[in-house]
């Protein structure tokens, strides 16, 4: 499974745009980059997925440049209920099903 | 999106005693559980993965004797977690994939997370 490196932690002010990068060099051709949102004492959620270029949904973006060896979640005039664990993950091919957790970004929000 | 139910979200043990955790899929059928715990200030932990008809698949230095995983359809698996100790005091994390989802293997990688469970062992 290939593994993932992004920052401990970050702080940001609301209303401002967070950027939090994740390192995968050693990606697989099969596999997918996924983003996931865990508050204190809650499961992980799902934000976002994206295989290569740009992708954008109602929460968040992803950007994955074309060696496929980073990503980086965008996150759009952050507010402090945006203050969580953002977990970056690739997964897919022969790793489909089993997602392996790194140690997450924990991204403060501040008022 | 499709939604995980755990059930309790809080228990509370004595030492020596099991502990069993339900873990639903309530709108959609789950082919494979995943579990997971987590340590404060910790990442997630895979412990097993949970086969509907067949036995599970734990990783690692996890104890199958000890945390035991029993799918008993597509839609529940529970763990049990025998003569518990102070020491699995954790919470307990539960993930299931919607077996329709998956008959595309590569496209989608979304997983549904129950709210979690909070073992406190005394």
């Known amino acids: 499974l290939a593994k993932t490196t992004q920052p401990i932690s970050m702080d940001s002010y609301e209303g401002q745009e967070v950027n939090i990068t994740c390192s995968h060099n050693?990606?697989?051709?099969?596999?997918?980059i996924t983003w996931y949102q865990q508050f204190p004492s809650q499961g992980p959620r799902f934000i976002i997925q994206?295989?290569?270029t740009k992708v954008t949904n109602e929460v968040a973006s992803l950007f994955i440049p074309a060696d496929r060896k980073s990503s980086t979640l965008s996150l759009p005039r952050v507010s402090l209920s945006d203050t969580a664990v953002y977990y970056c993950l690739v997964a897919g091919g022969t790793s489909y099903g089993k997602l392996t957790f790194g140690q997450g970004t924990i991204l403060t929000v501040h008022p | 999106g499709a939604v995980v139910s755990q059930h309790p979200s809080r228990v509370i043990c004595k030492s020596g005693t099991s502990v069993k955790i339900e873990c639903r899929s309530l709108?959609?059928?789950?082919?494979?559980m995943f579990w997971y715990r987590q340590f404060p200030k910790k990442s997630l932990m895979l412990m097993a993965t949970?086969?509907?008809?067949?036995?599970?698949?734990?990783e690692q230095g996890v104890e199958k004797d000890k945390f035991l995983i029993n799918h008993a359809s597509l839609t529940l698996s529970t763990l049990t977690v025998t003569s518990a100790h102070p020491e699995d005091s954790s919470f307990y994390i539960c993930?299931?994939?919607?077996?329709?989802?998956?008959?595309?293997?590569?496209?989608?990688?979304?997983?549904?997370f129950g709210q979690g469970t909070r073992l406190t062992v005394v």
């Open positions: 050693n990606i697989a051709t099969n596999d997918y």
């Open positions: 709108d959609f059928q789950a082919t494979t």
């Open positions: 949970s086969n509907e008809g067949s036995k599970a698949t734990y």
């Open positions: 994206g295989y290569k």
């Open positions: 993930s299931a994939r919607d077996k329709a989802l998956m008959r595309d293997r590569v496209m989608n990688t979304e997983a549904f």
